[in-house]
């Protein structure tokens, strides 16, 4: 499937440069926003390219990618790219129907519960919420660990980390932030420590995204269709287990996708699922009759 080029535009909410891309789409329906964090729009080719009918938005979240912070040392965090979120649906023109995926996910549970009018149908794939979660302590300090391996070692060490942490399948022990930091070179990660500390997910977002606590009696409340989605793949692993915990906290059932986390991807950032799976399941839902 050929996607149209997009329009490329910029917003300058404070302390930060949006840039977010729109593609015309041929019919009359509202607009579809693809969102992740701190995934950005070069991550949604694919399932872009499944919905031509629609005018799809993308966009990098701020200090992601073209999206700059004037000061890239200080911590994002979901109310601001929420808040962001909502800026650029009032300059496209709303309400949008909106894919959000991973931190994507957790920041437009905020968006909604701030402005519920921008949003016809979420579909929140995979909240990696730690808050949320039964085993919620040991899950804050897992994530604190990451943070910690990050500061020490730099990208590679907190990456690596990252990566053992997110494919950890179950509740976490109680030792978990006790436990030694994996060997980035197991991982495929850099043993150099280029000394920088400002990556967009390990020291900007990391932290705020995982332990951030939606408003669960304004989600209820709110006229926005919201459908929490989870992975075959991934069951088990924390963003997975984030969406069983907001599906029961709304009084629902998360919808199962195929694949795993990244299931929409079609070898953008070298990983690959099963996007045009993914993609129908998720027509299917944005034109379901509620």
């Known amino acids: ?81 929420a808040d962001d979120l909502h800026r650029i649906i009032q300059e496209v023109g709303g309400p949008v129907d909106l894919f959000a995926s991973s931190g994507g996910a957790v920041n437009a549970l905020a968006l909604v519960a701030r402005h519920p009018e921008d949003v016809r149908k979420l579909v929140a794939h995979e909240p990696p919420l730690a808050s949320v979660l039964p085993d919620a302590e040991n899950a804050k300090a897992a994530v604190r660990a990451i943070s910690d391996s990050y500061r020490r070692g730099g990208f590679g060490a907190g990456m690596a980390h990252f990566m053992a942490i997110t494919s950890h399948r179950g509740p976490f022990p109680d030792d978990i932030a006790q436990q030694p930091a994996p060997d980035p070179s197991m991982f495929g990660m850099p043993t150099e420590d280029d000394g920088s500390r400002t990556d967009v997910m390990l020291a900007q977002n990391i932290i705020n995204t995982t332990h951030y606590e939606p408003d669960f009696d304004a989600l209820r409340a709110a006229s926005t269709r919201i459908v929490i989605a989870a992975g075959t793949e991934s069951e088990g692993e924390m963003a997975n287990r984030g969406a069983h915990a907001v599906a029961e906290r709304l009084g629902t059932e998360p919808v199962i996708f195929p694949s795993h986390h990244g299931g929409f991807l079609g070898g953008e950032y070298g990983w690959s699922g099963e996007p045009d799976a993914f993609a129908a399941k998720l027509r299917d839902i944005l034109e379901a009759e509620d």
């Open 1 to 81: 499937m050929t996607l149209t080029q997009p329009t490329i535009r910029t917003l300058e909410p404070p302390g930060a440069i949006l840039t977010f891309e729109v593609r015309p789409g041929g019919g009359g329906d509202i607009p579809l926003f693809l969102i992740g964090s701190p995934m950005g729009a070069a991550g949604f080719g694919s399932l872009a390219s499944h919905f031509p009918e629609r005018t799809v938005i993308t966009y990098d979240p701020r200090g992601a990618e073209r999206s700059t912070k004037a000061d890239p040392s200080t911590e994002s965090n979901p109310y601001q790219h």
